[in-house]
T-cell receptor, first 112, second 113 residues
């Protein structure tokens, strides 16, 4: 069965540190899609990235980067030079049969 | 303009009452969803509608009834509210199939006393 595991429940860093949020997925499908969403303290869910299984190229968007490794079934998310505004809960998710399966989320706290 | 809006933002009610949450999207999407987020932040899909047709009903108690009067609206009606229904409910929409990114509403925090 499809499953998404975010083993890190909570991470605390000091501003300007780099931080990596781990995501491990399970699937038997050859075609699949992975997502990251951010939920800041205000509560809304913000889409960050979608990646399909055929595209293993790493993605960089400003201070954000994603490392997709099929060999280890991981889709990790790195924030470089973290800022206080990065404080949020981050969810990894996988598309499965018409729905998104979310991981349990990682709460990131960035202290000044 | 807000892309996906929900009303109300907060809802406090007594056990046994019936309540509704409304959702509207102005993105022209044809698929809409309801999610429930519990106190531990666990996020789980409840329903999805595509072009007003129910696609997913994720073993939700039949006290919960979604209604989609048109593609831009998906309302959630809850009968006989229970304490365990307390959660944040999110509406979302996407263009076509779920592999497209989903845009979420601000959430409705429901508290059942």
């Amino acid at each position: 069965a499809q499953k998404v595991t975010q083993a890190q429940t909570e991470i605390s860093v000091v501003e300007k540190e780099d931080v990596t949020l781990d995501c491990v997925y399970e699937t038997r499908d050859t075609t699949y899609y992975l997502f990251w969403y951010k939920q800041p303290p205000s509560g809304e869910l913000v889409f960050l990235i979608r990646r399909n299984s055929f595209d293993e190229q790493n993605e960089i968007s400003g201070r954000y980067s994603w490392n997709f490794q099929k060999s280890t079934s991981s889709f990790n998310f790195t924030i470089t030079a973290s800022q206080v505004v990065d404080s949020a809960v981050y969810f990894c998710a996988q598309y499965n049969t018409d729905k998104l399966i979310f991981g349990t989320g990682t709460r990131l706290q960035v202290f000044p | 303009d807000t892309a996906v809006s929900q009303t109300p933002k907060y809802l406090v009610t007594q056990m046994g009452n019936d309540k509704s949450i409304k959702c509207e999207q102005n993105l022209g999407h044809d698929t809409m969803y309801w999610y429930k987020q519990d106190s531990k932040k666990f996020l789980k899909i409840m329903f999805s509608y595509n072009n007003k047709e129910l696609i997913i009903n994720e073993t939700v108690p039949n006290r919960f009834s979604p209604k989609s009067p048109d593609k831009a609206h998906l309302n959630l009606h809850i009968n006989s509210l229970e304490l365990g229904d307390s959660a944040v409910y999110f509406c979302a929409s996407s263009r076509g199939h779920v592999v497209h990114e989903q845009f979420f509403g601000p959430g409705t925090r429901l508290t059942v006393l």
